[in-house]
């Protein structure tokens, strides 16, 4: 079946732009995470929904960063204003389990959304 | 919170040899253990992963240790072929929570 896509693939913003980035998690998928990932580094966590419930958005940098999954499908991560410091690619992934249970944790990730603010 | 330590960072092996990557991680309460694997400009790929109630687990080339005590896993790859050179990282979480990566290792595998 399909597997995790986001769009776009590439977004150039200029600095102050605001910008929305799309996940499509792999149908009946549960969970979904959003990762930030800099230049040579590891994936870093940025928040987290069960369904359409934010359990978990301790990793987002700022209050600039805002995401929303309101039908507990497709997730939306919206950066304003945004910064230099913002240039990364963000990685969506879903998983079907659901926290706290003994299930399949295991979490597959899109394509990544390559963002790049000048 | 957790942190992964990962080890080395870059590893350059001849083809046909073995392959060891290590992390380390800080919480305890952790027991779920994937790693994944990153070609440049990928997504990252799930490769193998260990729940804490297992010691260790293979799947052909591939095979993952998991020392509970010590607070360390490992990722082994046996008779390594040019396509196997990518970024690995290590994770760790606690069930179906948010990963904690490490910082990868770079794998070059030379023909």
């Known amino acids: 079946g399909a597997g995790v896509s986001q769009s776009p693939r590439y977004k150039v913003a200029k600095r102050g732009q605001d910008v929305a980035l799309r996940c499509d998690p792999i149908s009946g998928h549960v969970s979904l995470f959003w990762y930030q990932q800099a230049l040579g580094q590891g994936p870093e966590f940025l928040t987290y929904?069960?369904?359409?419930?934010?359990?978990?958005k301790s990793g987002l940098p700022s209050d600039r960063f805002f995401a929303e999954r309101p039908e507990g499908s497709v997730s939306t991560l919206k950066i304003q204003r945004t910064q230099q410091e913002d240039s990364a690619v963000y990685l969506c992934?879903?998983?079907?389990?659901?926290?706290?249970?003994?299930?399949?944790?295991?979490?597959?990730f899109g394509p990544g959304t390559r963002l790049t603010v000048t | 919170g957790e942190n992964v330590e990962q080890h080395p960072s870059t590893l350059s092996v001849q083809e046909g040899d073995s392959a060891v990557i290590k992390c380390t991680y800080s919480d305890s309460a952790s027991n779920y253990f994937p790693w994944y694997k990153q070609e440049l400009g990928k997504r990252p790929q799930l490769i193998i992963d260990i729940r804490s109630n297992v010691g260790e687990k293979k799947d052909q080339r591939i095979a993952v240790t998991l020392n509970k005590t010590a607070k360390h896993f490992s990722l082994h790859i046996t008779e390594t072929q040019p396509e196997d050179s990518a970024v690995y990282f290590c994770a760790a979480s606690k069930g179906n929570t948010p990963l904690v990566f490490g910082k990868g290792t770079r794998l070059s595998v030379i023909a």
């Open positions: 992934a879903s998983s079907l389990a659901v926290l706290g249970t003994f299930g399949s944790y295991e979490q597959y």
């Open positions: 929904f069960q369904n359409e419930a934010q359990l978990d």
